[in-house]
């Protein structure tokens, strides 16, 4: 009977997790938003094609799964729409060394980021103290623990 009861609840949660995984208020929910903008209105694509931190334009906006960019170029927004999980920000936008290192979801400088392995981080740099080096410092385990972090607040389904 426990192990049925185990079974039920294994299965419940992960009907929930992918539910707010692919419901957009939900996911919306846990990203860094700024005004209802992700990466504080900068642009996701430029960050990969110039490797710069470079500020959108409300002229070039996108709105996915509930979370609205800013692209500094129509181009850029095109080539979003055609690949939107390419160019969405790591754990949704928040600093990437604290989702590691605590687990935890801290605001972020988006002119402080790495680009790697295809996938963009943000890290937090005020009050001196900015937290890319010292996720470069550890980045293999910091980016195992972050993962694992993340999960945490989308399911497994992300």
Same mark, same amino acid.
């Given at each position: 009977?426990?192990?049925?009861?185990?079974?039920?609840?294994?299965?419940?949660? !992960?009907?929930?997790?992918?539910?707010?995984?692919?419901?957009?208020?939900?996911?919306?929910?846990?990203?860094?938003?700024?005004?209802?903008?992700?990466?504080?209105?900068? *642009? &996701?694509?430029?960050?990969?094609?110039?490797?710069?931190?470079?500020?959108?334009?409300?002229? @070039?906006?996108?709105?996915?799964?509930?979370? $609205?960019?800013?692209?500094?170029?129509? $181009?850029?927004?095109?080539?979003?729409?055609?690949?939107?999980?390419?160019?969405?920000?790591?754990?949704? !936008?928040?600093?990437?060394?604290?989702? !590691?290192? $605590?687990?935890?979801?801290? &605001?972020?400088?988006?002119?402080?980021?790495?680009?790697?392995?295809?996938?963009?981080?943000?890290?937090? @740099?005020?009050?001196?103290?900015?937290?890319? &080096?010292?996720? @470069?410092? *550890?980045?293999?385990?910091?980016?195992?623990?972050? *993962?694992?972090?993340?999960?945490?607040?989308? !399911? $497994?389904?992300?």
């Amino acid at each position: 009977m426990k192990m049925l009861a185990l079974l039920f609840i294994s299965v419940a949660f !992960g009907i929930i997790s992918a539910q707010a995984q692919t419901n957009p208020v939900v996911r919306k929910q846990q990203f860094n938003l700024d005004n209802g903008l992700a990466i504080q209105g900068y *642009d &996701p694509v430029a960050y990969f094609t110039q490797n710069k931190a470079i500020k959108g334009s409300s002229a @070039n906006s996108v709105t996915y799964k509930n979370v $609205t960019y800013r692209f500094a170029s129509s $181009t850029n927004a095109e080539m979003f729409q055609k690949s939107p999980e390419k160019y969405e920000p790591a754990y949704g !936008g928040w600093c990437a060394y604290a989702m !590691g290192a $605590t687990g935890e979801k801290v &605001p972020v400088d988006p002119e402080t980021f790495k680009v790697k392995d295809g996938h963009l981080y943000l890290f937090y @740099n005020k009050f001196f103290n900015n937290t890319l &080096p010292k996720w @470069n410092k *550890d980045e293999e385990n910091l980016h195992r623990k972050a *993962d694992q972090s993340w999960l945490k607040f989308v !399911g $497994t389904n992300s």
